[in-house]
């Protein structure tokens, strides 16, 4: 009866002070990580010049309204074929929303956004 009651004590003690200490200081970090990240992601900019130099099918930044995109990954998926590469690495915003792009399009971009043009 002893070894019983002094095992689930043990056990009680051992989940205050070790389990879930340690559970609680591996959610904190994490938690830091992702605002930090989502940070760094808003506040990133790139000047024209930078822009420029990802104008081709494999390497492929465009300009939309002041915000930059990389549709590298995008280029050989986009049903309008290669006419998103027409001012690959330039200001593709008149393009963009042409009206061959029905309005559910302009919701797609932001998953390509990597930051602001310098202006
Ligand atoms: C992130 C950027 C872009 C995305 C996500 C995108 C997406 C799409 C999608 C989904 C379509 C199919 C039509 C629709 O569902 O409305 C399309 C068509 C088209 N896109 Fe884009 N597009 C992008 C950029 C561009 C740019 C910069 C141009 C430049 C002119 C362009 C030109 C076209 C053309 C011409 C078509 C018509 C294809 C056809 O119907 O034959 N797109 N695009």
């Known amino acids: 009866m002893e070894i019983i009651l002094a095992t689930v004590v043990l056990g009680i003690l051992l989940a205050v002070f070790i389990v879930l200490p ?23 900019s ?3 010049a930078e822009v420029a130099r990802h104008n081709k099918r494999t390497d492929c930044w465009i300009i939309i309204k ?11 998926e986009h049903p309008g074929g290669d006419a998103i590469l027409d001012h690959a690495g330039d200001d593709s915003t008149e393009g963009f929303y ?12 932001d998953d390509f956004c990597i930051g602001d043009l310098e202006i």
């Open 22 to 44: 340690r559970l609680r200081s591996k959610s904190v970090p994490q938690k830091r990580k992702v605002s930090s990240n989502a940070q760094n992601k808003a506040v990133k």
């Open 46 to 48: 790139y000047s024209k």
């Open 66 to 76: 002041d915000k930059v995109f990389d549709v590298t990954s995008y280029v050989e």
């Open 98 to 109: 042409g009206p061959q792009h029905a309005t559910r399009v302009f919701e797609m971009i």
